[in-house]
């Protein structure tokens, strides 16, 4: 199996997850702790959205669309961090 350069490393897991690395979890003991690091691992992989988003046809000019709309999100979201981070920069030096 090939695995991308960009791995999932969280250091709660005791595995490198990514994309490619499957959604198998060993069950050791406590299932909830098991239930709720699959139910992470499928939320980082999107997963989740991909099933939901997958339940109906979606029409090419919608989808792009989508696509176009989430790029647009995350950038937004970029832009809001970074000036977050740069007024939170400023207070601490008391200007």
């Known amino acids: 199996m090939r695995y991308s350069q ?3 490393c969280h ?12 959604r198998s979890v060993p069950v ?3 299932v909830l702790m098991c239930y709720r690091r699959l139910w ?5 992989n999107k997963i989740r959205q991909e099933v939901r988003r997958n339940r109906y046809y ?7 669309k989508r696509i176009r709309r989430e790029i647009a ?3 937004f979201k970029e832009a809001v961090k970074k000036k977050v ?3 939170l920069q400023m207070k601490a030096r008391g200007l």
């Open 40 to 44: 992470s691992i499928l939320n980082n």
């Open 6 to 8: 960009d791995l999932l």
């Open 73 to 75: 999100e995350s950038r």
């Open 11 to 22: 250091e709660y897991y005791s595995i490198m997850t990514n994309i490619l690395s499957g």
């Open 85 to 87: 981070w740069l007024i």
């Open 28 to 30: 050791s003991g406590n």
């Open 58 to 64: 979606e029409k090419p000019t919608i989808r792009r």
